[in-house]
T-cell receptor, first 112, second 112 residues
């Protein structure tokens, strides 16, 4: 079983739609979780961390379910500029030690 | 603002050449990483370093070596470049308190 799994998509949605991505991870000892955004031919950039209690940043909401070992990202009122690949990322060790495990990403395309 | 700088955005090298990819971070971070990213394969860890003169193999170290002589600089070396090393190379430094990586803007290497 792969360590971090995501649906590769693409998710094609109209502007204004709400879209949700899920991601599952295999290591129950995983400590911290992130969503990254990657635009075409650019480097990944941190979108948001994912906290146990769930967290929101504007139109973006991240949730963590440790029992089922999945995290989610919800985007409300999609904009054309949200078109990108979203990477689910897990840190097994926590803190600043260890390296991050990346999913292969889910591609989102928001259409006018 | 946190910065990770990779020396070249695009490189074209010949098979058999020795190639140096340089990465510098200005955040005084101990931990630095080299990844390659290929379509359909996602990000794969080549090498990482926890401190000066320390290095650890990642998932795909074959054909690569690294050098960490100074804390701020982490170099990736392709001892004898081959066409299957054509890829996007990304350097990263982990943020404090484990808040994820900051990536450099990447080097797109083509080996001909």
């Amino acid at each position: 079983r792969k360590e971090v799994e995501q649906d590769p998509g693409p998710f094609n949605v109209p502007e204004g739609a709400t879209v949700a991505f899920n991601c599952t991870y295999s290591n129950s000892a995983s400590q911290s979780f992130f969503w990254y955004r990657q635009d075409c031919r650019k480097e990944p950039k941190l979108l948001m961390s994912v906290y146990s209690s769930g967290n929101e940043d504007g139109r973006f909401t991240a949730q963590l379910n440790r029992a089922s070992q999945y995290i989610s990202l919800l985007i409300r009122d999609s904009k054309l500029s949200d078109s990108a690949t979203y990477l689910c990322v897990v840190n097994i060790y926590g803190g600043s030690q260890g390296n991050l495990i990346f999913g292969k990403g889910t591609k989102l395309s928001v259409k006018p | 603002d946190v910065k990770v700088t990779q020396s070249s955005r695009y490189l074209v090298k010949r098979t058999g050449e020795k190639v140096f990819l340089e990465c510098v971070q200005d955040m005084d971070h101990e931990n630095m990483f080299w990844y390659r990213q290929d379509p359909g394969l996602g990000l794969r860890l080549i090498y990482f370093s926890y401190d000066v003169k320390m290095k650890e193999k990642g998932d795909i170290p074959e054909g690569y070596s690294v050098s960490r002589e100074k804390k701020e600089r982490f170099s990736l070396i392709l001892e004898s470049a081959s066409t299957n090393q054509t890829s996007m190379y990304l350097c990263a430094s982990i943020t404090s308190r484990g808040r994820g990586y900051t990536f450099g803007s990447g080097t797109r290497l083509t080996v001909v």
